[in-house]
């Protein structure tokens, strides 16, 4: 690794290069402000990306004109860009991302990471997001880090030599935080049902939000929980230190918390780090169907933007309009509902903020199918829970209105009259 300074590190880009950024609290945004400043002696350059923190320069004028973003993910800052002429979404499971670099499909020029410092046998770690990351930079032709010493020191595969890394570039600022959401009384209620399905032992799978801190804070009288997921945050804290989480019933990694990237406060990165107890995989092992299902009574948590009566799940469009992305979700669902004694869980608020129902007789024209109806087993609202496994059309519809916003019942009962034809 040659130490330079952030405007030599980026001077290796050229026009029509192909850029990979590391992202969520790891997004090395000096180097990717640096690139931008570049904009006028650069074009056709390629942005590959899951989801980054801070703000996106190069999808805002004048810097977008050099830049063509592709993510697989949209977060916030690059929400409106995705869905104009300025980015685009690429549709794929988390766990098959690694393949389009490996089988050159998207073949990378230069990979932006963020590492901690080399230990004295010039090891580094890609902190809290190994992901997507560590695949990217075994494919890139060049990789440019930030040397960090804010960044925390994880224990699994995220582990590099300093040989790997071309230009290194120092810094020394905090990683991204994400700050913790108090959940609302309805998100509470959701959490309280949702509590009631998990069991002891249970593995769990959770995002990051108020719905996953709302069920996590009913947890406290479980008993040996595991942590098999593709991200946590601040809420398994408190069930780590009362004891819930111990991970003893676990076959594959037992007694370990498992995870591909993290975000939270700094609370949470100063747990993980140099923390033998938490491993940090790559996507491709964390979000792995097979392995999934071999791990005891996976509880997988997820969310939905709409379900149908006949239980298909859109998940990351609003009609066509692209909000997120597919991400981890039929993985984990599908891999928890293999899994013996698993149980995937959709859990979602009856309604909008706005009063509109997320139960609906149809998805939104454009809207994309995340999780197939063949796919879903439990849907959590917080007028209740119902299990859809082993229900006809008609049953589902029915089910599902059971647990709809008592203001909507009433319509949604003629809706699925005239849809079915009774």
Known sequence: MRIVTAEEAVSIVKSNDRVFFQGAAMTPNLLIDKLCERHEELENVEIIQIHTEGEAK????????AFNVFSFFVGSNVRKGVNTNKGDYIPIFLSEIHLLFKRNIIPLDVAFIQVSPPDIHGFCSLGV????????????KKVVALVNPQVPRTHGDGIIHINRIDYGVHIDKPIHYAPYGEPSEVEMQIGRHVAELVEDGA??????????????????????????????????????????????????????????????????????DDNPSVHFKAASYTNDTHRIRLQPKVTAINSAIEIDFTGQICADTIGPYQYSGVGGQMDFIRGASLSEGGKPIIAMPSSTKKGVSKIVPYLKEGAGVTTTRAHVHYVATEYGVVNLFGKSLKQRAKALISIAHPDHREHLDREMFERFKL
């Open 129 to 140: 997001s190994v992901d997507i990351s560590l695949p990217a930079l075994d494919q890139a």
């Open 203 to 272: 593995t769990l799978q959770m995002g990051i939000g108020n719905i996953p801190n709302a069920v996590l804070s009913n947890l406290t009288n479980h008993k040996r929980l595991g942590i098999d997921t593709e991200m946590f945050s601040d809420g398994i804290l408190p069930l780590i230190e009362l004891g819930v989480i111990t991970g003893e019933e676990k076959r594959i990694k037992q007694g370990k918390i498992v995870t591909c990237f993290s975000m939270g406060s700094q609370r949470l990165y100063d747990f993980v």
């Open 58 to 65: 190069y999808m805002h004028e004048p810097y977008d004109k």
